[in-house]
């Protein structure tokens, strides 16, 4: 009766594991399919970065067990580093503006 209690936990289908690595498989496929043709510029690595995060959001989600974890958890795990993101973003973007207004005030390097 001990045992039966001890493995009380979750049990997910052993198929669910085999698709999930089969996605992986074909979005690894994807992504180097994008080296392999040649593709360049913006779409070469927005394609690359999409592929990569949806590779970690299966991995996060089935692997790491987050698809079954109280949101809070799943908040305090994913939200800091969305939030670091962000701030990246908003700091890639202060950074045109930074040398916008030091060329437009300051003039070229040739100057």
């Keep these: ?3 039966a209690q001890a493995h009380s936990g979750q049990q997910h289908p052993i198929r669910l594991y085999l698709v999930v ?4 498989f074909v979005l690894s496929t994807f992504s180097y399919l994008v080296d392999y043709l ?7 690595w927005t394609l690359i970065i999409v592929f990569m ?21 799943v908040y305090a795990i994913l939200l800091p580093p969305l939030l670091v ?6 700091m890639a973007s202060e950074s045109h503006y ?12 040739g100057s």
């Design 53 to 73: 995060m949806l590779k970690a959001g299966l991995i996060v989600a089935i692997f790491m067990h987050m698809a079954w974890e109280r949101l809070a958890l």
């Design 85 to 90: 993101l962000v701030f990246v973003a908003m």
């Design 21 to 24: 690595w089969g996605l992986l």
């Design 98 to 109: 930074t040398i916008f207004t030091r060329l437009a005030f300051l003039g070229g390097a």
């Design 38 to 44: 040649g593709i360049q510029g913006y779409l070469r």
């Design 1 to 3: 009766m001990a045992q």
